[in-house]
């Protein structure tokens, strides 16, 4: 378990690298890769998390995982990856009340699809934008979304089966 209130910068690869566990950042986390978890794991963000390569992600989960950016309170968080912002390769649950963004790619991609809610209805100020896709999910997914979603490179959402609720992506 990792709680960061101040500064984790990676000269290396990584700003944190941990074989599963659980991630909660009030401060800031940059990296070439800012968080690395090679199992299971849980972000919690209302800091800032940023990777500081061309080619480098956000967060990256292995297995399952959750990450949640912001709350209403906390408006003002943010992840962003270079490459993709957040990826999940298990199934994936992600809460966004912040930005979060793939600058080249995904802002989120998950490999097992999962649920990605983006804002609430009393909070439409939430952000998910990917230099291609907002979110990519290659299995079945559902994103009820109350804020936006951008995919100016290709689409919005890009996934099989999706139920997105309501329908305010772009």
């Known amino acids: 378990t990792v709680t960061n209130y101040g ?18 950042n009030f401060g800031t986390i940059l990296s070439v890769n800012a968080i690395a978890i090679a199992g299971a794991g849980v972000v919690i963000n209302t800091g ?5 390569a061309t080619a480098g992600f956000a967060i990256e989960i292995t297995g399952a995982g959750s990450v949640a950016n912001g709350s209403p309170s906390q408006p003002s968080a943010g992840i962003y990856g270079f490459y993709n912002g957040v990826e999940v390769f298990g199934s994936a649950t992600v809460a966004n009340d912040g930005t979060i ?6 802002g989120i991609y998950g490999k097992q699809g999962g649920v990605v809610t983006n804002g609430t ?19 079945a997914g559902t994103i009820p979304n109350y804020g936006t979603i951008t ?8 996934t099989v089966y999706t139920y ?4 305010l992506t772009q």
């Not at 984790?8 to 700003?15: A, L, M, N, T, Y």
């Not at 209805?121 to 907002?134: C, F, M, N, Q």
């Not at 995919?151 to 890009?158: E, K």
């Open 7 to 24: 500064t984790i910068s990676g000269s290396g690869v990584f700003g944190i690298d941990m074989s599963s566990g659980k991630v909660t």
């Open 48 to 52: 800032y998390v940023s990777a500081s």
């Open 101 to 106: 963004i793939g600058a080249r790619a995904y």
């Open 121 to 139: 209805a009393t909070d439409t100020a939430a952000v998910i934008t990917g230099g291609k896709l907002g979110i990519n999910f290659e299995n």
């Open 151 to 158: 995919g100016p490179g290709f689409a919005g959402v890009f």
């Open 164 to 167: 997105i609720q309501p329908i």
